[in-house]
């Protein structure tokens, strides 16, 4: 070839180059994520007779370039499993694991031009009816010039379509639960007729014995605390929670020869025969002696603190202005369980110190004493373990991520960026932190009980330690790779968690399992014992394990062919609860678990109600969950306490607080289990549940002499074992302090109410009618007392608490306005013009009259003008 051909080849294999390049550089940006728009909405929950329902995504192009047809994914997290095959538009939706979705274009998909949108329907099974059913974290990823992906932009413009046809609240055609209206709230409001306030009761939770006398003492700015010799916490407790009443901190002493306050211990016997003594107190507020609280221990010292505090006037608490008048009264008092507790799931979403300490606080107040501390589960791991820091490095963040080397995927909705400043999804407590909270807790005779969720809900821990075993080995330390696993990296068993995980459950073949666990107890026992803290009992979750978990593991083949006391798979369960127990026992320690560490097989779905006789009597204690009404479960707590299992009772029908308040669609929550209310834990009958039963799930009426009529009943001699009462703030759906404070109050104060108060008289009734309406004056008088006290102490003591405000109930007839509040007490304000209400609106005290054709608003209000939900009222025709 001569060089003239060379030349003239080579100039045109540059030209084709620069055209090349000058093409690609002509191909213009996509859209960023702040110039799309996601929108999503239910079309029908009744499709195939109910068992799915149908949704539609639309995507819009807000840019000013087009969509490509492809180089592009869209992730986000959504709680239902998507049916590919139900998928409309030309896309593919594929669950990566869990809640987490990624959705690309198809081959056939057309690029979408800057001002036009795709729409793409889907199925699954179940329901939605509330916007927090909506898919969430919604973020982009665009393929760069060479292919690759580029870094994940948030899309934060997504809207949920309104929840207002019959086919969009109505989870099947046999859900009968109507969607609430202001007119059926007044209509169910009704019921509580007014009432002055000193006939509601003074104190929540109720005491044992109460009797008002003549006279008050005048407690001043100069009062004095006198205590006996160790009671100093309690003393300075009293003194932080009089000082913004008084208007200074009272002085607190052991040797003033007078004081209007003395606190000392001796023997207290409370009325009530079942009573727990040694949290027992006396309150004696006397004209000529003063403040006396007498408590049998510390506890009891410290309880009355709480009952003192309590029967202050509200006013004292909104406005200070001392002396204060503190009626004359002689409480004696002491609770009906020794276990009361409230349980915070901060795995799902991280919650502060500085919100658990706030929690803490209400817990304190209202007399429940046990902390349950739900801090790992498959979507974090939130405690620091010296020696294994990938746990929180890993375990403890949530963001993008193609190989969860450096963190988790994301979850309930946390989004791409997996610092913790960036999202609920990622967080933990340092050693420093925990001891904080242990510290702020035992101050006020809280004991915290840590979960580390095992065997399943664990694949924070189990992607933690995979992470720690990839660095090892790529260090050349194959021994110490091996050390901590938590896996059996060739286990091929097939399974799905309730949440969809297929990758959730620890191997409990191994020793380096066990290995991690005991490091793990070991850090607990020292920061509990660091913080002089008590530390009875782990929980170790046990619930959930989905079935086919270990079926396939070769090292599991191995134990099992090598283990006498373990035949099958499914021995595997209740073998490894076994030698964690001992674990726990060889440290002093109790083992706590949720129901299914009580019962025969671990199966959850298998509906079993057989318990595990083998781990009777061996410190294990079951908290029962899963009762809903015409389930089949309903019994488990007593088939356990029957069977001799100590039982705290944990029922998701009246003790679940993450699910919704009502079916209303504003109204967050879950409701597989039920609505759940602040008279649901209040209703509740500890030694005969099925007295609580109203409704069913899905709304059918409850006969409970017919519909419980097979169902083992608790036996006079179990009752013993029946420790106490805990509601529970699982954290799926709490991504703020707010959330969390707005789904555990008032439901925490009815709870509280029915762990200590001595048994009511119309849970004795045995005639359902006669029941009902007695506990409905019973209730009456308690959301009284919710109105016109707890709540306004509440607001007053802590000014930023976000508890819930119910929406008030309303209706217009013949052009006169009528409303009221489930918790009669709290302001209800008003407008006519159709503007929301505001602190400074007009408050409702009677009927009013209404123009014609006025759009009447109502509004309820705390006393410092946080305002709830705003609803519109309707004239009736």
């Known amino acids: ?47 195939d007779d109910g068992a799915r329902f149908r949704s539609r995504l639309t995507l819009s192009n807000e840019g000013a370039t087009a969509l490509p047809a492809s180089g592009w994914s869209l992730y986000f997290n959504f709680l239902r499993q998507i049916d590919p095959e139900s998928v409309s538009a030309p896309v593919e939706i594929t669950r990566v694991n869990g809640d987490f979705y990624k959705l690309e274009p198809g081959d056939d998909f057309a690029s979408v031009a800057p001002g036009e949108q795709f729409e793409v329907t889907f199925e699954t099974p179940g329901a939605a009816i509330k916007p927090i059913d909506a898919p969430a974290g919604f973020y982009v990823v665009f393929a760069g010039p060479d292919g690759e992906p580029g870094p994940p932009a948030p899309v934060t413009d997504v809207a949920v379509e309104p929840f207002t046809r019959p086919e969009q609240t109505t989870r099947a055609p046999n859900d009968v639960w109507p969607v609430p209206t202001p007119a059926t709230r007044y209509e169910d409001n009704a019921s509580l007729t007014t009432r002055p306030p000193d006939s509601v009761g003074r104190i929540v939770p109720t005491p044992d014995s109460t009797h008002r006398r003549p006279g008050s003492v005048s407690l001043g700015a100069d009062a004095t605390i006198r205590y006996e010799e160790g009671l100093a916490p309690e003393a300075r407790q009293l003194a932080e929670g009089l000082a913004p009443v008084l208007g200074r901190r009272p002085e607190t002493t052991t040797d003033a020869p007078t004081a209007a306050i003395t606190l000392r211990r001796a023997d207290v016997a409370p009325p009530a025969a079942d009573s727990v003594q040694t949290e027992a107190y006396r309150l004696t507020i006397d004209p000529k002696s003063g403040i006396e609280i007498v408590g049998t221990t510390d506890t009891g010292v410290f309880n009355g603190v709480q009952s003192l505090e309590a029967w202050l006037p509200v006013r004292a608490h909104q406005a200070p202005s ?57 979507e974090g791991w939130r405690l620091a373990v010296d020696g294994l820091p990938e746990l929180t490095e890993v375990g403890g963040r949530r963001g993008h991520t193609l190989d969860e080397r450096d963190h988790l995927v994301p979850s309930y909705g946390s989004g791409p960026d997996p610092r913790p400043a960036a999202s609920p999804g990622s967080g933990w407590y340092s050693r420093a932190d925990y001891l904080e909270i242990l510290r702020y807790a035992t101050a006020r005779h809280i004991t915290v009980m840590p979960e580390i969720d095992v065997p399943g809900h664990a694949r924070a821990a189990i992607q933690a330690m995979k992470t720690r075993s990839r660095r090892l080995r790529a260090d ?402």
């Open 1 to 47: 070839m001569s060089a003239r051909v060379l030349l003239a080849s080579g100039i045109l294999v540059l030209l084709g180059v620069a055209l090349s390049d000058a093409t690609v550089a002509q191909v213009p940006d996509p859209p960023s994520a702040d110039q799309l728009a996601i929108q999503w909405g239910v079309e029908t929950n009744l499709v």
């Open 322 to 378: 001392p002396p204060v008048a503190v009626p004359a009264a002689r409480i004696v008092d002491g609770p009906r369980f020794g276990y009361r507790g409230l349980h915070l799931d901060v795995s799902r979403n991280f919650q502060s110190v500085a919100a658990v300490k706030r929690l803490l606080d209400v817990m304190a107040f209202y007399k429940l004493n046990t902390f349950h501390f739900h801090l790992t589960d498959d």
């Open 476 to 877: 050349g330390d194959t021994a110490a790779a091996r050390r901590y696993r938590l896996h059996d990296p060739d286990d091929a068993s097939d399974y799905e968690s309730v949440q969809g995980w297929d990758d959730n459950v620890i191997n409990v073949c191994q020793p380096s399992t066990y290995r991690v666990l005991a490091t793990v107890v070991d850090e607990l026992r020292s920061l509990h014992d660091a913080a002089g803290a008590p530390l009875p009992s782990v929980h170790v979750g046990g619930d959930e394990v989905p079935a086919g978990a270990w079926a396939k593991s070769p090292v599991c083949d191995d134990y099992i062919a090598r283990t006498p006391d373990v035949d099958r798979v499914d021995d595997l369960f209740g073998h490894f609860l076994a030698r964690f127990q001992d674990t726990l026992a060889a440290r002093g320690l109790t083992m706590a678990g949720w129901e299914e560490v009580g019962l025969q097989e671990a199966d959850h779905q298998a509906a079993t109600t057989t318990p595990n006789r083998t781990l009777v009597g061996e410190d294990v204690r079951p908290y029962v969950w899963s009762n809903i009404w015409g389930g089949g479960t309903e019994d488990r707590a007593y088939r356990l306490a029957n069977a001799g299992y100590d039982v705290v009772m944990s029922q998701a029908t009246n003790f679940y607080f993450d699910m919704a308040y009502s079916k209303h669609p504003q109204e967050d929550g879950y409701y597989w289990a039920s609505f759940v209310d602040t008279q649901d834990p209040f209703a509740f009958v500890p030694f005969d549940l099925y007295k609580s039963a109203d409704r069913t799930a899905m709304g059918h009426p409850i006969d409970p002499d017919t519909a419980f009529a097979d169902r083992v009943r608790l036996a006079d001699s179990a009752r013993a074992h029946i420790l106490g009462l805990q509601g529970q703030l699982w954290g799926e759906t709490l991504r703020s302090t707010d959330r969390m404070e707005y789904m555990a109050v008032p439901r925490l104060l009815s709870l509280a109410e029915r762990a200590w108060a001595p048994q009511p008289g119309w849970a004795s009734l045995d005639d359902t009618e006669s029941l009902r309406h007695r506990r409905g004056t019973a209730w009456s008088a308690f959301a009284h007392r919710l109105g016109q006290r707890e709540l306004p102490r509440l607001s007053a003591r802590h000014p930023d608490w976000s508890y819930r405000l119910p929406p008030p109930g309303g209706k217009v007839e013949s052009d006169t306005l009528r409303a009221n509040v489930s918790l009669p007490g709290l302001p209800v304000r008003y407008t006519t013009d159709g503007t929301t209400p505001t602190a400074a609106s007009p408050r409702y005290t009677g009927p009013v009259s209404i123009p014609e054709g006025a759009t009447v608003r109502l509004r309820t209000f705390d006393t410092l003008g946080r305002g709830g939900r705003t609803v519109t009222v309707s004239a009736s025709p």
